[in-house]
């Protein structure tokens, strides 16, 4: 990676880290608030944005933009219990998506292991906006994949309901 001639860059870990673990911190308390298929969508989405925008803002080599743009990625990366490599969370699926979610899993964890070394050695000067721009698309992907096939807690608890009526020899009380 190129080196950023900024003075923020010796404190930039430090901090982007400690917001990353009040985010986390904050993010056990959000389970109980929010759902946590919400959580994940909504995280996962404003991830890839982020994520473009540290590329774009690598790719204009703008410092300022660029620290802003991580120490953001690190709120909902942090609180949305997310990651880019976990995008897809397997224990939200019901049993007959189970297939789906190992699948998804370890691919994504593959493709987010073995593609960005490749990228770094096909572009010149070290840069690294392309990797994020992977990361943004792959993130999209995932978001459209965890719309699709997480279970939405709303129409489980309508099955519930659905399957908890008595039936017509039962007497109702």
């Not at 699709?148 to 017509?168: A, F, G, H, M």
């Amino acid at each position: 990676m190129r080196e950023l001639k900024s003075p923020l860059t010796n404190v930039t870990p430090v901090i982007i880290n400690s917001i990353q673990f009040l985010a986390g911190v904050g993010g056990i308390f959000l389970v109980s608030v929010f759902e946590r298929r919400s959580m994940v969508l909504f995280s996962t989405i404003v991830l890839a944005l982020l994520n473009f925008a540290i590329g774009t803002a690598d790719l204009f080599e703008n410092p300022i933009f660029l620290l802003t743009s991580m120490t953001l990625f690190m709120v909902p990366c942090g609180a949305g219990l997310t990651s880019v490599i976990w995008s897809y969370p397997s224990e939200l699926v019901g049993p007959a998506n189970g297939k789906y979610s190992s699948l998804l899993s370890w691919t994504g964890a593959a493709l987010v292991t073995i593609i960005p070394p490749y990228i770094v050695q096909a572009v010149s000067d070290n840069n690294a906006f392309p990797i994020f721009f992977f990361f943004a698309s792959y993130l999209c992907v995932a978001s459209l994949i965890n719309f699709y096939l997480l279970e939405d807690p709303s129409k489980k608890q309508q099955v519930i309901e659905l399957t908890n009526r008595p039936t017509s020899h039962e007497p109702m009380i």
